[in-house]
């Protein structure tokens, strides 16, 4: 079974049937402009969107965990109940799934340990927050993880929970979904689901395959 027919197995319904994942709903996204990016925020924070345009406003994320290790193994955004007419992997510009060898993938590396969904417009509001803590704070600024990230993720008895939402600018409504990847460091693909009439229904990133 391919990486694909393995998420239409378990996600084509309204509902996941697997005793090997316990499923939570996280809270909602908010997509403003409707061009979502995934990537690791720390290290690809220039992540290009989606070629797929998502539609705007709050829209609920479930994170899908592995039983015996407590891990991440699925991000999942649900933009409509429609029901579901096919599976893509998610691409961004320049990327045509034509091009993929068998088993391979078109995705985004993680190398510190946390992964994030976000719109376009939020992404330029994180960037846009580090280069001001940068230019402020000078030789003491530490990295955004430290400056931003980690106080959402640990207090001062340890880790907080394994997922956060980020708001990085006060005057924009944009939120960072940002949580841990699997068993940590690799290289992770998305798959979007769409409709009878090519409107995207969800979108799934893919950190640990349980099948």
């Known amino acids: 079974m391919t990486h694909i027919d393995n998420i239409k197995k378990l996600f084509s319904k309204n ?15 908010y997509l403003s402009s409707g061009k979502l990016v995934a990537c690791d925020p720390l290290i690809t924070n220039d992540m290009q969107a989606f070629t797929t345009e998502f539609p705007k406003g709050d829209f609920s994320v479930l994170l899908h965990k592995e039983r015996e290790s ?19 992997m998610a691409v961004t510009a320049g990327q045509d799934v034509k091009d993929l060898g068998e088993e391979e993938i078109f995705g985004y590396p993680v190398e510190s340990g946390m992964g994030c969904l976000m719109d376009v417009d939020t992404q330029s509001s994180l960037n846009e927050l580090e280069k001001r803590l940068y230019h402020s704070k000078g030789a003491d600024f530490m990295g955004i993880y ?22 990085p600018a006060d005057e924009h409504p944009g939120t960072i979904f940002a ?14 689901a769409y409709d009878k009439d090519q409107k995207p229904v969800k979108i799934i990133t893919e950190f640990i395959e349980i099948s």
């Not at 407590?70 to 893509?88: D, G, P, R």
């Not at 430290?146 to 708001?167: C, S």
């Open 70 to 88: 407590n891990c991440v193994a699925y991000a999942e955004v649900i933009f409509s109940t429609a029901e579901i007419a096919e599976w893509k």
């Open 146 to 167: 430290e400056e931003f990230f980690h106080e959402y993720f640990f207090d001062e008895k340890g880790a907080i929970d394994q997922y956060a939402f980020l708001k």
């Open 179 to 192: 949580f841990e990847t699997g068993y940590g460091e690799g290289f992770y693909a998305s798959y979007i």
């Open 15 to 29: 509902f996941v049937e697997s005793p090997l994942l316990e499923s939570f709903e996280v809270g909602k996204l």
